[in-house]
Structure formats: structure tokens, C-alpha cells
């Protein structure tokens, strides 16, 4: 058990420039999940997976959002024309069917 | 909709305090619920959970007892070590008997234990 993986740690961009997030699940988990956190608050939840199959999207995720899982294995988070607000630590998580949630250490990405 | 409410830190206590984290939900349903732990430079850990009125959940002398009644899931320790010290966020899940995924959780309460 090598635990999530997220990479980057840490990323700045401009505004309006697209960046792309990575989560390595556990290796067993079927389940991914992505929460973002801003300072201050506790994660939010932003879209689950099942296998390869985007099961859930919270209204937080606007269409300049997109996650994938495309073999179900690793996802990737990807926000174009980032803006300011965007400014926050990406959280992964993965689980197997009805076991704890386990995290990453999260992707932070600063938006100047 | 569903939200968690718990006590706004910073706590800052002596070793072998007496630890109390105050948390109060809402929910429609029957939620679980949850508390989830972050030490500095880790992420997010499960620290205890409880499924269903009048479990308690347990783990590593931290204990909480869902209370439907009050509609609260309040945190304790009887004796805090210095290693305690991090980030604990109170959380609940609508999909019941224990399952996680959409998770909702409080702004978090920093604690800190001095020697």
C-alpha cells in the first residue's frame, strides 16, 4: 500500500492558463473521488468515479472543470482559463466498496 | 441541504488536558458520520466513525457518540499528547451504513498541545 499519490505538490500559473492535476489511486481501490480545500474551510466535494465511470459532479464543478479516469486507474483534474478564485489545495481520494477514504497529500495551485 | 458545524479553533492545551471538539450537524436522512484527522504535512486520515444513534466510534483514546437527539457528534480525549496536535474535521456521508464518498465536512478545528 503505497498510499494516494498527487502530483504536482504545488502549482502556479497564470490566470487564464489551463493546468492539469494527476491522482494515483491505491492500486485496489475501484473508487476516486476529487474534493477541493481553501484556506480556512474543510474540502468540498467535487466528483466521484467509479472504475472509469464519472458517477457524480457537485454544481461547484463548472464547465471549466473536467476530470477523468480513463482506464480506471490513475484521474486526472483539469481546469481551463483558471481564474483567481480557482486559487485552492485539489484533493484525491480513493476507497474500495464501503471502506474509509483515503487521501493524498493534494495538489495546491496558486493562480496569480 | 446537509452541513456540519463544529467549534472554531485554534484549542491550544496542555499535555494530559481533558479534549473536547464540539460538532452539530443537518441532515434529512439517517447520515453517517465521521471525524478525519490531518497531522501536519499528511493528509487527511480517518480517525473514527459512527453509522447509525447511539453508536461511538473510537480510535486511539478519541471517542464520539452519534447523538440523534442533538443532532451533534462532539469529539474527546481524556488525557492529549503533544502528538495530537493537527487539524480534526467533522464530516458526515447521506449514503448511510458506513459508506464514504460524498463526504461533507466541517471547517476543521485546529489543535495544539503544548508540553
Known amino acids: 500500500d503505497t498510499g494516494v499519490s498527487q502530483n504536482p505538490r504545488h502549482k502556479i500559473t497564470k490566470r487564464g492558463q489551463n493546468v492539469t492535476f494527476r491522482c494515483d489511486p491505491i492500486s485496489e481501490h475501484n473508487r476516486l473521488y476529487w474534493y477541493r480545500q481553501t484556506l480556512g474551510q474543510g474540502p468540498e466535494f467535487l466528483t466521484y468515479f467509479q472504475n472509469e465511470a464519472q458517477l457524480e459532479k457537485s454544481r461547484l464543478l463548472s464547465d471549466r472543470f473536467s476530470a477523468e479516469r480513463p482506464k480506471g486507474s490513475f484521474s486526472t483534474l483539469e481546469i481551463q482559463r483558471t481564474e483567481q478564485g480557482d486559487s485552492a489545495m485539489y484533493l484525491c481520494?480513493?476507497?474500495?466498496?464501503?471502506?474509509?477514504?483515503?487521501f493524498g497529500n493534494g495538489t495546491r495551485l496558486t493562480v496569480t | 441541504g446537509d452541513s456540519v458545524t463544529q467549534m472554531e479553533g485554534p484549542v491550544t492545551l496542555s499535555e494530559e488536558a481533558f479534549l473536547t471538539i464540539n460538532c452539530t450537524y443537518t441532515a434529512t436522512g439517517y447520515p453517517s458520520l465521521f471525524w478525519y484527522v490531518q497531522y501536519p504535512g499528511e493528509g487527511l486520515q480517518l480517525l473514527l466513525k459512527a453509522t447509525k444513534a447511539d453508536d461511538k466510534g473510537s480510535n486511539k483514546g478519541f471517542e464520539a457518540t452519534y447523538r440523534k437527539e442533538t443532532t451533534s457528534f462532539h469529539l474527546e480525549k481524556g488525557s492529549v499528547q503533544v502528538s495530537d496536535s493537527a487539524v480534526y474535521f467533522c464530516?458526515?456521508?447521506?449514503?448511510?451504513?458506513?459508506?464514504?464518498?460524498?463526504?461533507?465536512f466541517g471547517k476543521g478545528t485546529k489543535l495544539s498541545v503544548k508540553p
Open positions: 481520494a480513493s476507497s474500495a466498496e464501503n471502506s474509509p477514504l483515503h
Open positions: 464530516a458526515l456521508s447521506d449514503q448511510g451504513g458506513g459508506s464514504q464518498g460524498n463526504l461533507i
